[in-house]
């Protein structure tokens, strides 16, 4: 089992001695422009106002578990309006994005309600244990933390609770996403108050036993009660857009409606966050607001050939043929 204070200062010498890539960094200043938007913002502070969690690392976990998706729940990025699937499994389902928030941060492991060292390396130790102590336990840097620094070269858990040595993680890690939105918004570790978080936070820390903090691998014990929160009013974007590797799923928000067009096989990958993000500030109002769109079928297949420029092109050229057949009759039959 990982020794908590240990892995806490090996981080805080890591942040210390950290170097950010140049790729990872670029993207990481367009993802932290969304992170740290005023809309986005407000919904943060709301959960750092129930759950003490400081709104910047509540933003920086939303984007590892779901790429900033707000229908998504900030525990393992399933819809929070339906019971989760995936660790921790069995969480919902809720009625607001805060709602699923306040669940994942004060009663699911690593209960970062409790955590009180959130200066850099404090914080980044305890968004390596809501990862899971699987990197720790290895003796190695953590993905989900360092990917994109010159701390982490590779090695990946590819699901819950299966390592692969040679993966490389090409999301960006929780410290590349921290010294951009440092850039960004100078609240964040004002040089005044850094002294005293590190101060007041270190020799609690040191108290911490392991055994309270599980991995998240193993599912938590549920809870009938779920916290009573509002979801703060999150309003829409004019235009949200959102990429994956397996294909384009654009969603443009336009007066709170949302409107999906789906091109190729992106509904089936959608749900992967990839280095590859959208540049909106903007926040997608919850699933409810979503139109729903048919992953596949006949009617799927329908959608698609008819919604394609191909096809437009196609049926105009036809209109104009069958116009232009129609007129030839009525000349040659004038003729006669």
């Not at 010498?13 to 969304?34: I, M």
């Not at 509540?58 to 998706?69: C, D, F, L, P, T």
């Not at 819950?160 to 890690?173: C, E, F, H, T």
């Not at 959608?303 to 069958?322: E, G, M, N, W």
Request: aromatic share 8%; glycine share 6%.
């Amino acid at each position: 089992m990982a020794d908590i204070p240990l892995l806490r200062a090996r981080n805080v010498k890591r942040w210390e001695n950290a170097t950010f890539k140049t790729g990872p960094l670029r993207l990481a200043r367009q993802v932290a422009t969304r992170l740290v938007a005023p809309k986005a913002k407000d919904v943060y502070l709301k959960l750092q106002e129930l759950t003490g969690v400081p709104w910047f690392a509540v933003a920086m976990i939303h984007e590892r578990e779901s790429g900033q998706k707000w229908d998504r729940s900030l525990a393992q990025g399933d819809p929070w309006n339906k019971k989760s699937t995936h660790v921790p499994k069995g969480r919902g389902p809720f009625k607001s994005f805060v709602e699923a928030g306040v669940d994942a941060l004060v009663k699911c492991a690593p209960y970062a309600s409790k955590w009180k060292d959130w200066s850099p390396g404090g914080m980044l130790t305890l968004q390596e244990m809501y990862n899971g102590l699987g990197y720790a336990n290895k003796g190695r840097p953590s993905a989900y933390v360092w990917s994109g620094t010159n701390q982490y070269v590779s090695g990946k858990y590819v699901s819950d609770g299966v390592y692969d040595p040679n993966a490389v993680d090409s999301q960006l890690g929780c410290a590349v996403m921290l010294k951009a939105m440092m850039e960004l918004d100078d609240s964040i570790y004002a040089k005044a108050t850094v002294d005293d978080v590190l101060n007041e936070s270190a020799a609690e820390n040191d108290k911490f036993d392991p055994a309270e903090y599980p991995d998240p691998t193993e599912p938590p014990a549920l809870s009938s009660k779920t916290p009573d929160a509002e979801t703060p009013p999150v309003p829409a974007s004019t235009a949200v857009t959102t990429r994956t590797a397996a294909g384009t799923a654009a969603a443009v928000v336009t007066g709170g409606q949302l409107a999906q067009s789906i091109v190729g096989p992106a509904n089936d990958m959608a749900d992967q966050f990839t280095s590859t993000v959208d540049k909106s500030g903007a926040v997608i109002t919850a699933a409810k607001q979503v139109v729903a769109v048919p992953k596949s079928g006949f009617w799927f297949g329908v959608l698609s050939a008819v919604t394609s420029p191909t096809f437009i092109i196609c049926a105009l050229l036809a209109i104009a043929a069958a116009w232009a057949f129609l007129v030839w009759r009525q000349r040659k039959a004038a003729q006669l």
